[in-house]
Every structure is written in C-alpha cells, then in structure tokens.
C-alpha cells in the first residue's frame, strides 16, 4: 500500500512563503504522477500542480502558476510544493496523491493514494 505522509504546513501572512513536502513509500509502479491537491472549508477538492514520475515539468492551475513550483526528489522518493507570493485565498487543507498513470491531470478522481493533509493558512 503507497503511503503518503505530507509536511511544512503552518500560518504565514500575505506574501509569505511556504515549502510543503511529501515523503512517499511503497511506490512500486515504473510510471506514475504526483499531485498537490487542497480543499478549504466548504469547498470542493482542487488540483493544484501535479508532476510525472521522473519528470522536471509541472501543471499548475492558473491561480497558482507563476507562484507555486512542484518538484521532486526521487532519490529521497519525496515531492514538494514551493509556495511563493501566497494570498489568503491559498488557505485550505494541503493534501499530496499518486496516481499509477502514464500522463498527469489535477482531477482529484484520477488520483488512487493519498495523505493526511498539511494545513496552510495565510492572513491578510
């Protein structure tokens, strides 16, 4: 069973920065995407950036383009999230998924694993 264990959240005001990070293990499929995903209260679950096994090119949605960059590790079998410029529209629950598919979407229902959540909360 894929095991995802996300960090790095906190409270930050407007124009701060945040890093979020996701340790995985049990990854055991050769071709995979890793996303960032968040949900505030209220609200549906969205796509934030997402990024193929292996790969240096991420999707973002357009509200976090230019502020977000997703990232990876694969010799530490670790995913990041670097959280620039962030606006208190950026609060939500913080959550990071696989998927054992061979191209990358941020539709949360393509996405077979997930984590805990990291919190992120910024103020005006």
């Known amino acids: 069973q894929v095991q995802l264990v996300e960090s790095g959240g906190g409270s930050v005001q407007a124009g701060g920065s945040l890093r979020l990070s996701c340790a995985a293990s049990?990854?055991?499929?050769?071709?995979?995407?890793m996303g960032w995903f968040r949900q505030a209260p209220g609200k549906e679950r969205e796509g934030v950036a997402a990024?193929?096994?292996?790969?240096?090119?991420?999707y973002y949605r357009p509200s976090v383009a230019g502020r977000f960059t997703i990232s990876q590790d694969n010799a530490k079998n670790t995913l990041y999230l670097q959280m620039n410029s962030l606006k208190p529209e950026d609060t939500a629950m913080y959550y990071c998924?696989?998927?054992?598919?061979?191209?990358?979407?941020?539709?949360?229902?393509?996405?077979?694993?997930w984590g805990q959540g990291t919190q992120v909360t910024v103020s005006s």
């Open positions: 998924a696989a998927a054992d598919r061979d191209t990358c979407s941020l539709a949360p229902d393509e996405y077979n694993y």
């Open positions: 049990k990854i055991t499929y050769s071709r995979y995407c």
């Open positions: 990024i193929y096994s292996g790969g240096r090119i991420g």
